[in-house]
Nanobody, 124 residues
Framework: QVQLVESGGGLVQAGDSLTLACAAS????????MGWFRQAPGKEREAVAR????????YYLDSVKGRFTVSRDYAKNTLYLQMNSLKPEDTADYYC?????????????????WGQGTQVTVPS
């Protein structure tokens, strides 16, 4: 069974930086695309950043391009999201997710494993 555990959320001020981490267990880390998603109160969940199995390709939500960077460490089985220049509109619960084995990191329907989430709050 695949388990994903997020960490690193918190309360920060606008303009600050924060790094989220997602520790993955099971062999799926090297065979799955991975991504970060977020959901703000009263809003739909959205895909923030996604990364391919090899780590060579990434895809970002337009509103975070140039501010957020997704990366993965195969030695540590960990996915990261570096968030810079945080804004109040980045406030949300952030979730780590992994695709099925050999799934397509660009296809939202391929994400079948989910973490419990970590909260990020940026007051206005």
């Amino acid at each position: 069974q695949v388990q994903l555990v997020e960490s690193g959320g918190g309360l920060v001020q606008a303009g600050d930086s924060l790094t989220l981490a997602c520790a993955a267990s099971g062999r799926t880390f090297t065979t799955s695309g991975m991504g970060w998603f977020r959901q703000a109160p009263g809003k739909e969940r959205e895909a923030v950043a996604r990364i391919s199995r090899s780590g060579s390709s990434t895809y970002y939500l337009d509103s975070v391009k140039g501010r957020f960077t997704v990366s993965r460490d195969y030695a540590k089985n960990t996915l990261y999201l570096q968030m810079n220049s945080l804004k109040p509109e980045d406030t949300a619960d952030y979730y780590c997710a992994a695709t099925k084995n050999y799934g397509n990191y660009l296809l939202l329907r391929d994400y079948i494993y989910w973490g419990q989430g970590t909260q990020v709050t940026v007051p206005s």
